[in-house]
């Protein structure tokens, strides 16, 4: 059984004349991604999406984290609409820059101070710098397999770098806080930040919660050393909780990045720090062309807003929670030992024992023969638009998958 | 004599509470800018903007150069809209990425492949990587003074940098190539790329078009060297020439990157190269959440076309020469020996013996007062809803300036 594809695979022998692979990036149709994926989308609405061959789609990807609301939610389409018609890019910030930096200082516990840019690669290395501008320390540690961007210091592609890009980059096991120690003691006062992301959410493998005491020792350790602690908290923010998804596992760090969530679609993302960073954060040099797009910075308050009017992080929770029980129940009655890992709103799904994902990878084939869009080596993501119902629909299509893996299996 | 700004200084005052520095990047309040000019714009629609004081006025710089074709659009708006309708950023590319990519290889003669980002500074780095990737050497050698972004081993900023960002970086003086052939002969055989703009043109003094045999020399120490060409058409890009400013000045690069002007307000990069690039382009790692954004591909894809349509390169050309001749004329006439340099469609503004911009601070705080929008350290940019009738406007304002800068100067 297959799915109607002519259209996308026909866009997709046309992209690989003009566009080096295709589709590059994270969208890049990669090994293990089931046949029947589309290659192009055609329009989306709340939590379903339509590709470019008239295949209809219950989203669990949600543009991989950047749709909270739903697609075109109607009253962030509004915000958005009333804002341009004043305008998007001018010469100056508008009032919405003070507004947003003002919301996100009185969300975000320890933050003193906001700026706004693109992409979560412009933080989450800015964020390095202002460290180090800080600190006047070089070193950067982070967590093996992490990802923190696009940039050379951190990129998880093999072309285009030197080895003198990562000469002060250094890595450590996820949880393993002696190993993270050890680090900081072999470059003692030279390191200037320690980035993680909330909690472990590499692809290709289940997420890793923290372990207990871990995210306490980082603190400790950077509180210790004068080490700043950098979340990048870009994939996960407004998923675990309102205030920072710090709030979900008890820490403070003293910068924190965001940018998915944070505008529902329209791109923007934004640093945010304690006070003593202000000065290092004000040095280093930050701007892009349209980085005071008024447009992106009102869907982002408007965001924030109907985020706590909706409940949004309880929904999202109690669905991942609906979700994963759902989907074990269903797994095991076809007799798998299957979860789902990381928090239950951005879950990553896990048969026990595939480590090659073979399992994962032929089950995702099967719910998208159901219309269930499941990402096999990816986090998932659940949004404001999913309901009970829908999370029942993807737990049946999960079931009819089932049913067919065993025969696959057998 | 001045102008109503409380609301802009209320604003800015909040900012400075909750934003290092109160606005940062190239719309920060800097030294130098007339103290008339606001902190904070209201709205904009076609060539005006007014701030958040109700202060009207006529624009030179277009949201830095973002607006090509004008303030909101209607046309580009109506494209907008409609595929808003389907959807921004979804979990695959629309065909709007194909287009588009077909679109900037038919255009631009050497392009066989494109890719898309959201900031010039994203390309731009990118590219030197690509050159990196391809070549397998280090050194970047790049003119002194030339912006090409955000990112550290570029920017203009003093903090947040360790030395070694710049180890594999060289500098030489624009249109020297004597000193640029010593440093590909310095690093011999270690060049990955040359990364230029199409003319110089640094912030805080005239611009300087590329000297007799300068773009034919650079382009045959590329090919003697093995060195890939980059050309960073990111602010030029759309206002020399349809398809790429090195069609204006006769070479032909490796590598070219756009931005600003490509999406009239909505945020996209671009970056194209020869076919013999398009391996390193396939091998380095490249990707952003909302790269894939419709609405932003499809505004570029419009933009590209009503600038042809509307013949932009021809009329900002006519009319850049229009206010070039109309102000030189009026600065003579009060006794100024006054000019503006670099190409028509953005120049920037310069009086003879001014090298510490006294005269030029002057005139554009008085140009102010008469509403017209001129930038003292900062080219200027014309746009398509500029009209013969505007450009008088200014050169009436600029007039009066004039008149009453004799009586400060004497």
């Not at 692979?21 to 090994?31: D, E, K, R, S």
Request: proline share 4%; charged share 25%; glycine share 10%.
């Amino acid at each position: 059984m297959t799915l109607p594809r002519t259209r996308s695979d026909e866009l997709f022998l046309r992209a690989t004349k003009v566009v080096p692979g295709g589709i590059y990036g994270h969208l890049a149709p990669a090994g293990g991604l089931p046949k029947v994926f589309p290659h192009y989308a055609e329009s989306a609405e709340g939590c379903r999406f339509r590709d470019v061959d008239g295949n209809d789609w219950l989203d669990f990807m949600c543009g991989y984290g950047a749709i909270l609301l739903g697609h075109r939610d109607s009253e962030i389409e509004e915000a958005a609409e009333l804002q341009r018609r004043d305008g998007a890019v001018l010469n100056q910030p508008t009032a919405r820059m003070v507004e947003l930096a003002e919301a996100m200082v009185e969300r975000i516990d320890f933050a003193e101070w906001a700026v706004f840019a693109k992409n979560g690669s412009d933080v989450t290395t800015w964020a390095t710098r202002v460290a180090r501008e800080h600190t006047e320390r070089r070193f950067v540690l982070k967590a093996r397999g992490a990802y923190h961007g696009v940039d050379a210091w951190c990129d998880p592609g093999f072309g285009g770098r030197i080895p003198e890009d990562r000469d002060f980059v250094d890595e450590f096991k996820w949880n393993d806080l002696d190993e993270l120690r050890d680090l900081a003691k072999e470059h003692e006062d030279d390191v200037a930040a320690i980035v993680l992301t909330p909690y472990h959410h590499a692809a290709f493998g289940p997420s890793e919660m923290p372990a207990d005491g871990f995210w306490l020792g980082v603190q400790e350790l950077c509180r210790d050393k004068g080490i700043i602690l950098v979340l990048d908290d870009v994939r996960a923010g407004s998923r675990l909780h309102e205030g920072g998804s710090h709030r979900l596992f008890g820490f403070t760090p003293d910068i924190a990045c965001y940018s998915k969530a944070l505008g529902n679609g329209y791109a923007i993302s934004a640093c945010v720090g304690r006070e003593d960073l202000r000065r290092g954060a004000r040095d280093v040099f930050l701007t892009g062309s349209c980085w005071n797009d008024a447009v992106a910075m009102t869907v982002a308050i408007k965001c924030l807003d109907l985020a706590r009017k909706r409940n949004v992080v309880d929904k999202l929770n109690t669905l991942g929670v609906r979700l994963s029980k759902g989907l074990r129940d269903a797994g095991a009655k076809h007799g798998f030992s299957f979860s789902l890992t990381g928090p239950p709103a951005m879950p990553f799904p896990w048969f026990d024992g595939d480590g090659n994902l073979y399992l994962l990878q032929k089950f995702c084939e099967l719910c998208a023969l159901e219309g269930v869009f499941f990402h096999p080596h990816h986090n998932w993501f659940l949004c404001g638009a999913h309901e009970e119902t829908t999370i029942d629909q993807a737990v049946n299509a999960a079931s009819v998958a089932f049913s067919k893996l065993i025969a696959k299996h057998d």
